[in-house]
């Protein structure tokens, strides 16, 4: 964490599928964002996904990928694809 933020920061866009809503997956994933020091959003989908939008240096990301697959107790994470997205800023990791 002594890197500046913006040093490497790239965006990924990960759409979460399997129980992952009603159950505090939204939560647990602004807490391991917090944890990573990474920003962005977690948002429920219509279609029963939950869509993560985060920004950080690639291996943050990708320690992030690694919580988006195993989600809290009551989850059962059955997919996440991962998508490069548009860096866009934000000022810490909120849920939507």
Same mark, same amino acid.
């Given at each position: 964490?002594?890197?500046?933020? $913006?040093?490497?920061?790239?965006?990924?866009?990960?759409?979460?599928?399997?129980?992952?809503?009603?159950?505090?997956?939204?939560?647990? #994933? +602004? &807490?391991?964002?917090? +944890?990573?020091? #990474?920003?962005?959003?977690?948002?429920?989908? +219509? $279609?029963? &996904?939950? +869509? #993560?939008?985060?920004v950080? @240096? @690639? $291996?943050?990301?990708?320690?992030?990928?690694?919580? =988006?697959?195993?989600?809290?107790? =009551?989850?059962?994470? &059955?997919?996440? !694809? !991962?998508? $490069?997205? @548009? =860096?866009?800023?934000?000022?810490?990791?909120?849920i !939507?």
């Open positions: 964490m002594g890197r500046p933020k $913006d040093a490497s920061a790239v965006a990924r866009r990960y759409l979460v599928r399997g129980r992952v809503q009603g159950v505090g997956y939204r939560y647990f #994933v +602004e &807490r391991a964002a917090y +944890e990573l020091g #990474v920003t962005g959003y977690a948002r429920n989908l +219509e $279609d029963g &996904r939950v +869509e #993560v939008y985060a950080g @240096p @690639p $291996d943050r990301l990708s320690a992030l990928a690694g919580f =988006l697959w195993k989600g809290p107790h =009551l989850s059962n994470v &059955r997919g996440v !694809e !991962e998508l $490069d997205a @548009p =860096l866009q800023k934000y000022a810490g990791f909120h !939507e």
